[in-house]
């Protein structure tokens, strides 16, 4: 259990009294996800940051329907260490002068391709940069349980569950269940 793996003995009803059903939804798995919100949240043309390397699919799920662009953020230092809001704010800037609006974050953690696991710290302030510049976050966890060795924090339990209107938590089965579409 992600939220809080000190309580492996969590009941089902437990675990419910951390979620608000108001704002839970599904799709048919992260493309999809990733898709209905872009459309929801931008239009046609905007920017979404995206911390490189990335899994490269990212690019067409923004892009075939809301019609968003992918932008990669090079992070100067270590890849493997994360965004940090220089590097953000370099990206962003990039895109503005290219003409484009600055919409969202797309910030997938584990890291998809090289399986960095970005820290609480660069999580929050990644977030707090996206929100200075009153921008959505999308956190795909994806791979939340398919990190063994500890470090692994889901946002959910860094920000305490409480994102905001601004930070969308997506947790797609197909990686950690096997459950490709659900």
Avoid at 126 to 137: L, Q
Wanted: one cysteine or more; charged letters at 20%; hydrophobic letters at 40%.
């Amino acid at each position: 259990h992600f939220l809080f793996p000190e309580r492996i003995n969590m009941t089902f009803g437990d675990a419910l009294s951390y979620i608000r059903p108001e704002l839970v939804c599904y799709g048919a798995g992260a493309s999809s996800l990733i898709s209905h919100l872009a459309l929801c949240l931008a239009e046609r043309g905007d920017a979404v940051l995206i911390p490189a390397p990335y899994y490269a699919a990212f690019d067409v799920d923004l892009k075939i329907i809301s019609g968003c662009i992918a932008v990669p953020v090079h992070c100067k230092g270590n890849p493997s260490e994360g965004p940090t809001p220089r590097d953000l704010e370099d990206a962003a800037l990039a895109a503005e002068a290219k003409g484009m609006r600055v919409r969202m974050l797309l910030i997938t953690n584990p890291c998809n391709p090289i399986g960095t696991i970005y820290t609480p710290e660069v999580m929050k302030e990644a977030i707090e940069w996206a929100r200075s510049r009153d921008m959505h976050t999308i956190v795909d966890e994806i791979y939340a349980l398919s990190s063994f060795d500890g470090q692994f924090e889901s946002i959910l339990r860094t920000f305490n569950n409480e994102l905001g209107d601004n930070v969308h938590h997506i947790w797609p089965l197909s990686k950690d269940f096997g459950a490709s579409g659900f």
